[in-house]
């Protein structure tokens, strides 16, 4: 029997953190350290990712978010997309907008068309970014405030595309630190006002600045390294993490998250970890 596969119902992001219902994935199954893109990989380039064990943590995840409520559609992994698990970096959802991002490296650019015709097959609206880049994983919202990464990857013309698409709402940009790949790579807004923030990878401009609308859980180089920003919460203060990262997961246990670990460790030695991996569709906000 052929497995019928699932259909986007819903676009609705407003928040990092209202309870997940429908996301994005595409597994592990040509993941490999080749052209390094950040320091992480450097690091791991000579070992290299474990395929086999790879594919297991992130059945396990996939798994996990299906246990917890979220549907999960799964796009078919492509041989020469070795990047392709990092699925929040090609497109996301602002509100009921639907935008496919622009890849800055051509390794990845073939991502946003898959995406693409994913779209076009179930003809659901979406928005792009003409004339400049922007990836997913440097686009945080909170409500009527969306945080924009300003990296190597993401240029200031995507934010201006994005203030005249949102003129009712703060559209904030946040330089980061040339060694920083993406915003969630050091900020993450978790509910009830706290922020995961790793400092040193920003400038204390745009750290005064978030500093007025949060309450920091700072980490520190060793946990940035290890993704602890890079968490995923899915509703009702859980929060899915790396067991490695037991510091931060002890702090939000005791401001009252239910931290969920997950086993991840081959998926972030390329550079990312369990936000990196997922593209939200529908979360609510009832």
């Known amino acids: 029997m052929v497995k019928k596969e699932k259909e ?27 052209t390094v893109i950040n320091e992480t990989q450097a690091y791991y380039a000579k070992d290299n990712i474990n395929i086999n064990k ?15 409520g979220s549907k999960v559609i799964v796009l078919p992994p492509k041989s020469d997309l070795n990047e392709q698990v990092f699925t929040r970096d090609i497109g996301f959802v602002l509100h009921d907008h639907f935008f496919i991002a622009t890849m800055k490296r051509d390794i990845r650019k073939a991502e946003s068309s ?3 015709n994913r779209l076009d097959a179930g003809q659901l609206n979406y928005h792009t970014f003409p004339g400049t880049t922007i990836e997913g994983g440097d686009v945080i919202i909170d409500n009527n405030h969306i945080w924009i990464g300003l990296s190597q990857r993401t240029e200031q013309a995507a934010v201006h595309y994005l203030r005249e698409q949102f003129p009712h709402m ?25 922020a995961l923030i790793y400092l040193d990878g920003i400038s204390k401009d745009a750290y005064h600045l978030l500093k007025k609308h949060y309450t920091f859980i700072e980490v520190t180089r060793e946990e940035q ?18 067991p490695e990262n037991k510091r931060v997961n002890d702090i939000l246990t005791k401001l009252g998250y239910h931290i969920i670990e997950v086993p991840f460790s081959e998926i972030i030695k390329s550079g990312g970890s369990f936000r990196c991996c997922t593209l939200p569709l529908f979360r609510d906000h009832s």
């Open 8 to 34: 986007i119902t819903a676009i609705h992001c407003q928040n990092e953190y209202d309870p997940l219902h429908q996301v994005i994935v595409v597994p592990p199954d040509y993941m490999k350290i080749t």
């Open 54 to 68: 790879a594919m297991e943590q992130h059945a396990l995840f996939i798994k996990t978010l299906e246990d917890h």
């Open 114 to 116: 898959i995406l693409k």
């Open 170 to 194: 703060e559209v904030t940009a946040i330089p980061l630190q040339e060694n920083i790949l993406h915003l969630d790579c050091t900020l993450n807004i978790l509910e009830d006002k706290h």
């Open 225 to 242: 390294f290890h993704m602890a920003p890079n968490v995923l919460s899915i509703g009702n203060k859980k929060i899915i993490s790396l």
